[in-house]
């Protein structure tokens, strides 16, 4: 069973770049796409923006000015740079899998449904 | 966006209960709607997807419907494990994946 793990700094200084990679353990992010949602402490959950194992990505639009999603160098990892944080980025970030799936309104394949998630990570923002 | 407003937001019942919450979306997202329980310091997990499909080791208890906009997430007869947030989320609208703001279900 493929486990996901999240890791990166706990803290990060308004205007800077929180940085995160996910540890696929299965070792392999081949035929899968691989999505970062993040829930504010308390909060509900946001979608940040997927990749896909051929290294296109597609972000949520009220992010997609800051976030870059890469591949590893090795195959069994994928990351995110978010910049320019201020506090309200304070969140715990998740990685997450999805099966490529046809959406007939985008006329393509995305993310549909995500599983398994990571155990997620906190990163705070401040100085 | 498309708004996912999930009702009630939080919810107070019985072991043995039968519990429905509703999510419903602003438009129509035909079946791309999932729904996942969140139990405090662990990440979501998978329950139903495409509206009505019972995910893999899922306990048959849970139960999704709906179509278009209008969806529900049934829990036959809730076992003490099941007092948890439930969420629901929406993929139709790419790029733009949302969730509702979650229901909590407490004793």
Redesign the interface.
């Known amino acids: 069973q493929v486990e996901l793990q999240e890791s990166g700094p706990g803290l990060v200084k308004p205007s800077e770049t929180l940085s995160l990679t996910c540890t696929v353990s299965d070792g392999s992010i081949t035929s899968y796409y691989w999505?970062w949602i993040r829930q504010p402490p308390g909060k509900?959950?946001?979608?940040i923006?997927y990749i896909s194992d051929s290294g296109t990505t597609?972000?949520?639009?009220s992010l997609k000015s800051r976030v870059t999603m890469s591949l590893g160098t090795s195959k069994s990892q994928f990351s995110l740079k978010l910049s320019s944080v201020t506090a309200a980025d304070t969140a715990i970030y998740?990685c997450a899998r999805s099966l490529p799936?046809y959406?007939?309104?985008?006329r393509g394949y995305?993310?549909?449904?995500?599983?398994?998630?990571?155990?997620?990570t906190l990163v705070t923002v401040s100085s | 966006?498309i708004q996912m407003t999930q009702s009630p937001s939080s919810l107070s019942a019985s072991v043995g209960d039968r519990v429905t919450i509703t999510c419903r979306a602003s438009q129509n997202i035909?079946n791309?709607l999932?729904w996942?329980q969140q139990k405090p310091g662990?990440?979501?997990?998978?329950l139903i997807?495409?509206a009505t499909s019972l995910?893999s080791g899922v306990p048959s208890r849970f139960s999704g419907s709906g179509s278009g906009t209008d969806f529900t997430l049934t829990i036959s007869s809730l076992q003490p494990e099941d007092f948890a947030t439930y969420?629901c989320?929406q993929?139709?609208?790419?790029?733009?994946?949302?969730?509702?703001?979650?229901t909590r279900l407490d004793i």
């Open positions: 999505s509900g959950l946001e979608w923006g597609d972000y949520n639009p998740y799936y959406n007939q309104a985008g995305y993310p549909n449904w995500f599983d398994p998630w990571g155990q997620g | 966006d035909g791309y999932n996942y662990k990440a979501p997990n998978l997807y495409v995910q969420y989320q993929s139709y609208n790419m790029p733009s994946i949302t969730f509702g703001q979650g």
